[in-house]
């Protein structure tokens, strides 16, 4: 069975760094066409894709964020993490993990964490 | 950045309906086009893939169809159950995009 998990802060300050982790099981981060992407949604917004690590090592990242984002990936922990550096108001949202399946659609999401982004 | 635009952005329907909900793409995406269902409070749950091919678990109402910038998504025989949210998401380049929502009443 495929689980992703989300952890991390619930309430993070203006200009903080938010650091999530994203726990996964019953799958490979090896295999081939495999991958972790991080997607937001902001209350009552639809879902914005923010990264992804690819089977490869490969990242990719959504380039409005203009280099805030880190993703990196933690083998002998199944885990990935990202990191969003600066934050503001506009980062209030509801953070997921999702496994990324060849040729690219997200078939298994955590339960997603929110974020709130307040001083 | 591919641009979806999805329509309507919401519907009102009874169960037996048939609806259908349309994403349009700002350029070409070949069939790289996936469909989601999202219930308040809930993540969202993929129901198609690659535009036509329908992920395990999904009932056979659902369908998918088209190519290139156009896309369809349909639900035949409407279930009490099928009310939420649905969205349109690119696979086809970085960065991968959703359209804006469709929300389904019934």
């Known amino acids: 069975q495929v689980t992703l998990e989300e952890s991390g802060p619930t309430l993070v300050k203006p200009t903080q760094t938010l650091a999530l982790t994203c726990t996964f099981s019953?799958?490979?981060?090896?295999?081939?066409?495999?991958?972790v992407a991080w997607i937001r949604q902001p209350p009552g917004k639809a879902p914005e894709w923010l990264a992804v690590?690819?089977?490869?090592?490969?990242?990719r990242y959504i380039p409005s964020l203009g280099g805030r984002l880190t993703i990196t990936k933690d083998t002998s922990k199944n885990q990935v993490a990202l990191t969003l550096t600066n934050v503001g108001p506009e980062d209030t949202a509801t953070y997921y993990c999702?496994?990324?399946?060849?040729?690219?659609?997200?078939?298994?999401w955590g339960r997603g964490i929110l974020v709130t982004v307040s001083s | 950045d591919i641009q979806l635009t999805q329509s309507p952005s919401s519907l009102s329907a009874s169960a037996g309906d048939t609806v259908t909900i349309t994403c349009r793409a700002s350029?070409?995406?070949?069939?790289?086009l996936n469909w989601y269902q999202q219930k308040p409070g809930a993540a969202p749950r993929l129901l198609m893939y690659?535009?036509?091919s329908r992920f395990s678990g999904v009932p056979s109402r659902f369908s998918g169809s088209g190519i290139g910038a156009h896309f369809t998504l349909t639900i035949s025989s409407l279930q009490p159950e099928d009310f939420g949210t649905y969205y349109c998401?690119?696979?086809?380049?970085?960065?991968?995009?959703f359209g804006q929502g469709t929300r389904l009443e019934t």
């Open positions: 350029q070409h995406i070949s069939n790289h």
């Open positions: 019953g799958f490979s981060l090896s295999t081939s066409g495999m991958g």
């Open positions: 690659v535009a036509s």
């Open positions: 999702a496994r990324r399946h060849r040729p690219g659609y997200f078939d298994v």
């Open positions: 690590f690819y089977w490869d090592d490969d990242r």
């Open positions: 998401h690119q696979s086809y380049t970085s960065p991968y995009t």
